[in-house]
Every structure is written in structure tokens, then in C-alpha cells.
């Protein structure tokens, strides 16, 4: 499985982007998929997630403002961010889980495959 994400950019405070992420590969292993980041000097952080069925879970320093989808029939996912603030700045990196769950996998230790990253700079 190969995970490419791209959209990243220089958006200034209140803006929006939409972060994509193409997979290829063993597709047909991947169950869910999530979004990370990690910013200079910070640990990396959970951001989003998507189980297999659809359901979605977002941060609760995103929530409102970040939305996670999923096409399968293009083999992308996304990420839409909007209302995005200097603190969102951060290498975003998507992920895919291989095991099977209902809900959408939170912890970075049960994904399986990562991307390289897109940056995200967010101007005040």
C-alpha cells in the first residue's frame, strides 16, 4: 500500500483547504484511514479518522472546523479544512489501517502505512 497526500499550501488565517490523499497498491486491504500532524518540536497528533462503514471521528481541536470523507471508487481520501487558524500549521500525514473495526481507528500504533506528508502553513 502506497499513500500519497497533496493540497498542502500557504492559506492565511480563516481560510480553507482541502488535503487529499491518493492510495494505491493493496487497496482492498486498507479498513480505515486517518489523518495525523505533526508540527516543529510537537509530538505527533491525531487528527481525524474514518472506519470502513463510514463513520467518522474528529479531534476535539478541530472538530467544527475539520471533516474527514472518504471515495473509495477513486481511492482518495480527504481531510476539508476550514476556519484555519495559525496553530494548524503542521506536516499532515495520512494513514491506513489494515485490521478490521466498526469504529474509526484513533491510536497511530494500529496503522499500518503512512504518507510522506503535505505541509500546511497558516498565516495570522
Known amino acids: 500500500v502506497q499513500l500519497v497526500e497533496f493540497g498542502g499550501g500557504l492559506v492565511q488565517a480563516g481560510g480553507s483547504l482541502r488535503l487529499s490523499c491518493a492510495a494505491s497498491?493493496?487497496?482492498?486491504?486498507?479498513?480505515?484511514m486517518g489523518w495525523y500532524r505533526q508540527a516543529p518540536g510537537k509530538e505527533r497528533e491525531f487528527v481525524a479518522a474514518?472506519?470502513?462503514?463510514?463513520?467518522?471521528y474528529v479531534a476535539h481541536s478541530v472538530e467544527g472546523r475539520f471533516a474527514i470523507s472518504r471515495d473509495e471508487a477513486r481511492n482518495l481520501l480527504y481531510l476539508q479544512m476550514n476556519s484555519l487558524k495559525p496553530e494548524d500549521t503542521a506536516m499532515y500525514y495520512c494513514?491506513?489501517?489494515?485490521?478490521?473495526?466498526?469504529?474509526?481507528?484513533?491510536?497511530?500504533?494500529?496503522?499500518?502505512?503512512w504518507g510522506q506528508g503535505t505541509q500546511v502553513t497558516v498565516s495570522s
Open positions: 497498491g493493496s487497496i482492498s486491504r486498507i479498513n480505515g
Open positions: 474514518i472506519s470502513s462503514g463510514g463513520s467518522t
Open positions: 494513514a491506513a489501517s489494515l485490521g478490521y473495526s466498526i469504529v474509526p481507528v484513533t491510536s497511530a500504533g494500529e496503522y499500518d502505512y
